[in-house]
Antibody, heavy 117, light 107 residues
Framework: EVQLVESGGGLVQPGRSLKLSCAAS????????MAWVRQAPKKGLEWVAT????????YYPDSVKGRFTISRDNAKSSLYLQMNSLKSEDTATYYC??????????WGQGTLVTVSS | DIQMTQSPASLSASLGETVSIECLAS??????LAWYQQKSGKSPQLLIY???RLQDGVPSRFSGSGSGTRYSLKISGMQPEDEADYFC?????????FGGGTKLELK
């Protein structure tokens, strides 16, 4: 059974940094592109980042480019999201997900990040 | 960026009723369209990918169709467990974008 477990969320002040982690199990992690998707409270979904199987290719929307960095450790079956210069509009539940060429097949339970002074 | 416009924003359906949700892309997306279901307090779950392919384990009452810029999700026979939010998502171009969502309630 595919399991994705996020951690690292919490309350952080604007301008500070936070690093999220996602522990994967139940599948061959190194064979899958991985992604982060976020959902602001009572709002819709927003794609945040995607990383290739080896980690050599990464993709971001303009809203986080230059501030967020996605990475992975295939030996540990783990995915990460380093978030710098956080803003109030980054407040959301962050999900890690497996991704194919066209969709997000499996999702974690999410970790809440609140950016507030 | 490709804008995805979903309609309606909310609807209610009776048990056994057939329901349709529409998604309009701001440009052609060549069937690179997925649908997700999100129940209250839970993570989204993939229902349909490539516009019409059913994800493993998803009941056959769910179906997807469309082409070009217009796509739809159909639920043939509303069940209590189908009460949820539904989102479409395009993967034709980065940034991948989602529709605003449709809240489906049981009447």
């Amino acid at each position: 059974e595919v399991q994705l477990v996020e951690s690292g969320g919490g309350l952080v002040q604007p301008g500070r940094s936070l690093k999220l982690s996602c522990a994967a199990s139940g599948f061959t992690f190194s064979n899958y592109y991985m992604a982060w998707v976020r959902q602001a409270p009572k709002k819709g979904l927003e794609w945040v980042a995607t990383i290739s199987t080896s980690g050599s290719r990464t993709y971001y929307p303009d809203s986080v480019k230059g501030r967020f960095t996605i990475s992975r450790d295939n030996a540990k079956s783990s995915l990460y999201l380093q978030m710098n210069s956080l803003k109030s509009e980054d407040t959301a539940t962050y999900y890690c997900a497996t991704t194919t060429r066209d969709s997000f097949a499996y999702w974690g339970q999410g970790t809440l990040v609140t950016v507030s002074s | 960026d490709i804008q995805m416009t979903q309609s309606p924003a909310s609807l209610s359906a009776s048990l056994g009723e057939t329901v349709s949700i529409e998604c309009l892309a701001s440009e052609g997306i060549s069937n690179d369209l997925a649908w997700y279901q999100q129940k209250s307090g839970k993570s989204p779950q993939l229902l349909i990918y490539a516009a019409s392919r059913l994800q493993d384990g998803v009941p056959s009452r769910f179906s997807g169709s469309g082409s070009g810029t217009r796509y739809s999700l159909k639920i043939s026979g509303m069940q209590p467990e189908d009460e949820a939010d539904y989102f479409c998502q395009q993967s034709y171009k980065y940034p991948w974008t989602f529709g605003g969502g449709t809240k489906l309630e049981l009447k």
